[in-house]
Protein backbone atom coordinates (compact mmCIF):
# COMPACT_ATOMS: atom_id res chain seq x y z
CA UNK A 1 0.00 0.00 0.00
CA UNK A 2 1.15 3.36 -1.09
CA UNK A 3 0.72 6.76 0.59
CA UNK A 4 1.90 10.21 -0.39
CA UNK A 5 0.24 12.82 1.65
CA UNK A 6 1.15 12.63 5.68
CA UNK A 7 2.44 15.08 7.90
CA UNK A 8 4.86 14.46 10.57
CA UNK A 9 3.48 16.59 13.23
CA UNK A 10 -0.13 15.96 12.95
CA UNK A 11 0.86 11.99 13.23
CA UNK A 12 2.65 11.94 16.36
CA UNK A 13 2.11 8.77 19.12
CA UNK A 14 0.09 10.55 21.86
CA UNK A 15 2.31 8.70 24.18
CA UNK A 16 5.36 10.03 22.76
CA UNK A 17 4.27 13.77 22.76
CA UNK A 18 3.54 13.40 26.87
CA UNK A 19 6.51 11.83 27.21
CA UNK A 20 8.48 14.28 25.31
CA UNK A 21 6.21 17.09 27.07
CA UNK A 22 7.49 15.74 30.18
CA UNK A 23 11.16 16.79 29.19
CA UNK A 24 10.31 20.46 28.47
CA UNK A 25 10.02 22.40 31.25
CA UNK A 26 8.18 25.22 29.19
CA UNK A 27 5.34 22.85 27.73
CA UNK A 28 1.76 23.50 29.24
CA UNK A 29 2.33 21.56 32.89
CA UNK A 30 -1.42 20.69 32.53
CA UNK A 31 -1.49 18.07 30.04
CA UNK A 32 -1.25 14.07 31.24
CA UNK A 33 -1.98 11.01 30.02
CA UNK A 34 -5.79 11.86 30.16
CA UNK A 35 -5.88 14.69 28.03
CA UNK A 36 -2.79 14.62 25.86
CA UNK A 37 -4.63 12.73 23.15
CA UNK A 38 -8.00 15.24 23.24
CA UNK A 39 -5.24 18.33 22.77
CA UNK A 40 -4.12 16.76 19.39
CA UNK A 41 -7.11 15.33 17.96
CA UNK A 42 -9.39 18.10 16.37
CA UNK A 43 -12.62 18.70 18.46
CA UNK A 44 -16.26 18.00 16.60
CA UNK A 45 -16.47 21.82 16.93
CA UNK A 46 -13.84 22.32 14.40
CA UNK A 47 -15.24 24.28 11.72
CA UNK A 48 -12.32 25.62 9.61
CA UNK A 49 -8.70 24.75 8.35
CA UNK A 50 -7.29 27.51 11.01
CA UNK A 51 -8.81 25.77 13.68
CA UNK A 52 -7.95 22.77 12.49
CA UNK A 53 -4.16 23.83 11.79
CA UNK A 54 -4.35 24.38 16.27
CA UNK A 55 -3.74 21.34 16.85
CA UNK A 56 -0.03 21.66 15.45
CA UNK A 57 0.94 23.73 18.16
CA UNK A 58 1.91 21.38 20.61
CA UNK A 59 3.93 18.97 18.60
CA UNK A 60 5.56 21.64 16.94
CA UNK A 61 7.00 22.99 20.68
CA UNK A 62 8.05 19.67 20.91
CA UNK A 63 9.88 18.89 17.73
CA UNK A 64 12.91 21.03 18.40
CA UNK A 65 15.13 18.79 18.85
CA UNK A 66 17.36 16.20 16.71
CA UNK A 67 16.87 13.31 19.17
CA UNK A 68 12.86 14.37 19.56
CA UNK A 69 12.62 14.61 15.11
CA UNK A 70 14.68 11.19 14.90
CA UNK A 71 12.53 9.19 17.02
CA UNK A 72 8.78 11.22 15.62
CA UNK A 73 10.11 9.62 11.84
CA UNK A 74 11.41 6.30 13.00
CA UNK A 75 7.83 5.80 15.21
CA UNK A 76 5.71 7.08 11.93
CA UNK A 77 7.87 4.70 9.63
CA UNK A 78 7.01 1.95 12.14
CA UNK A 79 3.23 2.60 12.54
CA UNK A 80 2.95 2.33 8.71
CA UNK A 81 4.81 -0.43 8.53
CA UNK A 82 2.27 -2.23 10.49
CA UNK A 83 -0.30 -0.89 8.99
CA UNK A 84 0.96 -2.50 5.69
CA UNK A 85 2.16 0.17 4.02
CA UNK A 86 5.17 -0.67 1.85
CA UNK A 87 5.67 3.05 0.64
CA UNK A 88 5.27 6.75 2.06
CA UNK A 89 6.23 10.44 1.59
CA UNK A 90 6.09 11.89 5.28
CA UNK A 91 6.02 15.91 5.46
CA UNK A 92 6.74 18.46 7.43
CA UNK A 93 8.17 22.27 7.54
CA UNK A 94 11.44 22.54 8.58
CA UNK A 95 11.09 26.73 9.24
CA UNK A 96 9.13 25.90 12.59
CA UNK A 97 11.57 23.68 14.02
CA UNK A 98 14.67 25.71 14.47
CA UNK A 99 13.11 27.49 17.32
CA UNK A 100 15.83 25.75 19.51
CA UNK A 101 18.63 26.51 17.56
CA UNK A 102 18.54 23.53 14.84
CA UNK A 103 19.45 24.83 11.59
CA UNK A 104 16.64 23.49 8.36
CA UNK A 105 19.48 21.54 7.61
CA UNK A 106 20.12 19.97 10.74
CA UNK A 107 16.24 19.24 11.41
CA UNK A 108 16.19 17.53 8.10
CA UNK A 109 19.27 15.32 8.29
CA UNK A 110 17.62 14.60 12.28
CA UNK A 111 14.27 13.24 10.02
CA UNK A 112 16.33 11.12 7.00
CA UNK A 113 18.32 9.74 10.29
CA UNK A 114 14.78 8.70 11.87
CA UNK A 115 13.80 7.24 8.28
CA UNK A 116 16.60 5.78 7.67
CA UNK A 117 17.28 3.64 10.73
CA UNK A 118 13.35 2.68 10.44
CA UNK A 119 14.16 1.31 7.08
CA UNK A 120 16.92 -0.55 8.53
CA UNK A 121 14.88 -2.14 10.91
CA UNK A 122 11.57 -2.88 8.98
CA UNK A 123 13.05 -3.42 4.99
CA UNK A 124 9.69 -4.00 3.39
CA UNK A 125 8.50 -0.46 3.67
CA UNK A 126 10.22 2.50 1.88
CA UNK A 127 10.10 5.91 3.52
CA UNK A 128 10.20 9.49 1.27
CA UNK A 129 10.46 12.74 2.68
CA UNK A 130 8.71 15.91 1.57
CA UNK A 131 9.54 20.02 2.90
CA UNK A 132 7.14 21.96 3.84
CA UNK A 133 7.57 25.80 2.52
CA UNK A 134 4.97 27.75 4.74
CA UNK A 135 2.08 30.32 3.77
CA UNK A 136 2.55 33.36 6.34
CA UNK A 137 3.84 36.56 6.18
CA UNK A 138 7.49 37.23 5.95
CA UNK A 139 8.53 33.61 5.22
CA UNK A 140 10.58 34.64 2.17
CA UNK A 141 13.35 33.59 3.64
CA UNK A 142 13.08 31.03 5.19
CA UNK A 143 10.87 29.23 2.74
CA UNK A 144 13.70 29.74 0.03
CA UNK A 145 16.07 28.19 2.88
CA UNK A 146 13.51 25.11 2.69
CA UNK A 147 13.74 25.26 -1.13
CA UNK A 148 17.98 24.59 -1.03
CA UNK A 149 17.81 22.78 1.86
CA UNK A 150 15.55 19.75 0.04
CA UNK A 151 17.98 20.63 -3.05
CA UNK A 152 21.18 19.81 -0.79
CA UNK A 153 19.57 17.00 0.36
CA UNK A 154 17.62 15.39 -2.41
CA UNK A 155 19.00 11.44 -2.58
CA UNK A 156 16.65 8.58 -1.75
CA UNK A 157 14.86 10.17 1.46
CA UNK A 158 14.53 13.84 0.45
CA UNK A 159 12.29 13.93 -2.48
CA UNK A 160 10.26 16.71 -3.16
CA UNK A 161 8.75 19.99 -1.88
CA UNK A 162 5.42 21.26 -0.58
CA UNK A 163 3.66 24.95 0.57
CA UNK A 164 1.14 23.91 3.72
CA UNK A 165 -0.26 26.47 5.71
CA UNK A 166 -3.98 28.47 6.12
CA UNK A 167 -4.43 29.13 2.01
CA UNK A 168 -7.72 30.92 2.82
CA UNK A 169 -5.65 33.64 4.03
CA UNK A 170 -2.09 33.89 2.32
CA UNK A 171 -2.85 32.81 -1.72
CA UNK A 172 -0.93 30.70 -3.84
CA UNK A 173 0.13 33.39 -6.30
CA UNK A 174 2.13 34.79 -3.72
CA UNK A 175 4.52 31.87 -3.75
CA UNK A 176 5.38 32.05 -7.63
CA UNK A 177 9.18 33.30 -6.76
CA UNK A 178 10.00 30.21 -4.09
CA UNK A 179 8.37 27.65 -7.28
CA UNK A 180 10.37 29.38 -9.42
CA UNK A 181 13.20 28.79 -7.55
CA UNK A 182 12.33 24.63 -7.00
CA UNK A 183 11.77 24.58 -10.76
CA UNK A 184 15.05 25.58 -11.74
CA UNK A 185 16.87 23.06 -9.06
CA UNK A 186 14.67 20.62 -10.72
CA UNK A 187 12.93 19.29 -7.36
CA UNK A 188 9.42 17.80 -8.04
CA UNK A 189 6.98 19.46 -5.83
CA UNK A 190 3.05 19.53 -4.89
CA UNK A 191 1.10 21.99 -3.36
CA UNK A 192 -2.10 21.98 -1.14
CA UNK A 193 -4.03 24.18 -2.51
CA UNK A 194 -8.40 23.78 -3.55
CA UNK A 195 -9.31 22.75 -0.01
CA UNK A 196 -9.97 26.22 1.95
CA UNK A 197 -9.23 28.04 -1.33
CA UNK A 198 -11.08 27.40 -4.65
CA UNK A 199 -10.48 26.50 -7.82
CA UNK A 200 -8.46 29.73 -9.04
CA UNK A 201 -5.53 28.35 -6.75
CA UNK A 202 -5.43 24.70 -8.49
CA UNK A 203 -5.03 26.79 -11.26
CA UNK A 204 -1.81 28.77 -9.52
CA UNK A 205 -0.56 25.95 -8.66
CA UNK A 206 -0.61 24.23 -11.60
CA UNK A 207 1.21 27.40 -13.53
CA UNK A 208 3.88 26.81 -11.14
CA UNK A 209 4.48 22.93 -12.81
CA UNK A 210 2.84 21.14 -9.75
CA UNK A 211 3.15 17.69 -10.37
CA UNK A 212 0.33 16.76 -7.65
CA UNK A 213 -2.30 18.98 -5.47
CA UNK A 214 -2.58 18.31 -1.63
CA UNK A 215 -6.66 18.28 -1.59
CA UNK A 216 -7.18 19.75 -4.82
CA UNK A 217 -10.90 19.00 -4.82
CA UNK A 218 -12.58 21.96 -4.99
CA UNK A 219 -11.45 21.49 -9.09
CA UNK A 220 -15.08 20.18 -8.56
CA UNK A 221 -16.50 23.34 -8.93
CA UNK A 222 -14.85 24.52 -12.39
CA UNK A 223 -15.60 21.86 -15.67
CA UNK A 224 -12.51 23.32 -17.24
CA UNK A 225 -10.06 23.42 -14.52
CA UNK A 226 -11.36 19.32 -14.12
CA UNK A 227 -10.30 19.28 -17.72
CA UNK A 228 -6.98 20.56 -17.62
CA UNK A 229 -6.28 18.11 -14.30
CA UNK A 230 -7.25 15.20 -16.46
CA UNK A 231 -5.19 16.56 -19.44
CA UNK A 232 -2.18 17.24 -17.56
CA UNK A 233 -1.99 13.74 -15.41
CA UNK A 234 -1.79 15.80 -12.42
CA UNK A 235 -2.75 13.71 -9.42
CA UNK A 236 -5.08 14.51 -6.01
CA UNK A 237 -3.53 13.54 -2.79
CA UNK A 238 -6.93 13.59 -1.65
CA UNK A 239 -7.94 13.33 2.52
CA UNK A 240 -11.28 12.11 3.37
CA UNK A 241 -11.65 12.68 6.78
CA UNK A 242 -9.60 15.41 6.99
CA UNK A 243 -12.13 17.47 5.00
CA UNK A 244 -14.89 16.32 7.26
CA UNK A 245 -12.65 17.70 9.64
CA UNK A 246 -12.68 21.06 8.31
CA UNK A 247 -16.32 20.93 7.04
CA UNK A 248 -14.46 21.89 3.31
CA UNK A 249 -18.07 20.88 1.94
CA UNK A 250 -21.44 21.41 3.58
CA UNK A 251 -21.52 17.80 4.29
CA UNK A 252 -19.51 14.62 4.07
CA UNK A 253 -22.23 13.04 1.55
CA UNK A 254 -21.17 15.91 -0.91
CA UNK A 255 -17.54 15.56 -0.91
CA UNK A 256 -16.53 15.05 -4.83
CA UNK A 257 -13.98 12.15 -4.72
CA UNK A 258 -16.62 9.86 -6.63
CA UNK A 259 -17.15 12.15 -9.25
CA UNK A 260 -13.96 13.48 -9.94
CA UNK A 261 -12.61 9.70 -10.30
CA UNK A 262 -15.34 8.90 -12.46
CA UNK A 263 -14.73 11.82 -14.77
CA UNK A 264 -10.88 10.72 -15.03
CA UNK A 265 -8.72 12.54 -12.13
CA UNK A 266 -6.11 11.19 -10.72
CA UNK A 267 -7.07 10.98 -7.17
CA UNK A 268 -5.46 9.03 -4.33
CA UNK A 269 -6.41 8.15 -0.65
CA UNK A 270 -4.37 9.71 1.91
CA UNK A 271 -4.96 10.41 5.38
CA UNK A 272 -3.07 13.68 5.61
CA UNK A 273 -2.85 13.74 10.01
CA UNK A 274 -2.99 10.36 11.71
CA UNK A 275 -3.44 12.12 14.91
CA UNK A 276 -5.16 15.11 14.43
CA UNK A 277 -7.99 13.56 12.40
CA UNK A 278 -8.01 9.93 14.33
CA UNK A 279 -7.55 8.41 10.98
CA UNK A 280 -4.96 6.43 8.92
CA UNK A 281 -5.01 4.97 4.83
CA UNK A 282 -7.18 1.64 5.97
CA UNK A 283 -9.91 4.10 7.29
CA UNK A 284 -9.93 6.28 4.01
CA UNK A 285 -10.19 2.92 1.95
CA UNK A 286 -13.14 1.97 4.57
CA UNK A 287 -14.65 5.43 4.12
CA UNK A 288 -13.75 5.51 0.14
CA UNK A 289 -16.02 2.19 0.60
CA UNK A 290 -18.51 3.01 2.66
CA UNK A 291 -19.83 6.16 2.06
CA UNK A 292 -18.79 6.78 -2.12
CA UNK A 293 -19.28 3.07 -2.96
CA UNK A 294 -15.56 2.98 -4.11
CA UNK A 295 -15.01 -0.92 -5.31
CA UNK A 296 -11.85 -3.19 -4.62
CA UNK A 297 -10.80 -2.39 -8.01
CA UNK A 298 -11.00 1.59 -8.31
CA UNK A 299 -9.47 1.30 -4.81
CA UNK A 300 -6.71 -0.70 -6.57
CA UNK A 301 -6.76 2.05 -9.41
CA UNK A 302 -6.04 5.25 -6.84
CA UNK A 303 -3.38 3.05 -5.34
CA UNK A 304 -1.87 2.47 -9.05
CA UNK A 305 -2.09 6.67 -9.66
CA UNK A 306 -0.52 6.69 -6.28
CA UNK A 307 2.39 4.58 -7.23
CA UNK A 308 2.91 6.23 -10.83
CA UNK A 309 2.71 9.80 -8.60
CA UNK A 310 5.43 8.68 -6.06
CA UNK A 311 8.71 11.33 -6.17
CA UNK A 312 10.62 8.16 -5.32
CA UNK A 313 10.28 5.63 -7.66
CA UNK A 314 8.39 2.61 -5.94
CA UNK A 315 9.23 -0.80 -7.25
CA UNK A 316 6.51 -2.70 -7.30
CA UNK A 317 6.95 -6.11 -5.17
ZN1 LIG B 1 -2.02 18.29 4.24
Request: proline share 4%.
Amino acid sequence: MYELHLHLDGSLRPSTVLQLAQLQSDVDPKINAENIARRLTVPDSCTSLTAYLDCFSLPLQLLQTEEALERAVYELAEDLFHEGLTYAELRFAPAPLTHQGLSQKAVTIAAVQGARKAMQKYPDIRIGLILCCMRGKNLKKENTETIKTAAMLRGDIVCGIDLAGAEAIFPTADYADLFRLAASLDIPFTIHAGEAAGPDSIRTALSFGAKRIGHGVRAIEDPSLIEELIKKGTTLEVCLKSNFDTHCFASEKEHPIRRLFDAGVKVTLNSDNRTVSGTCLANEIRIAKEMFGFTDTEIMQMQEYAREAAFNPIVRP
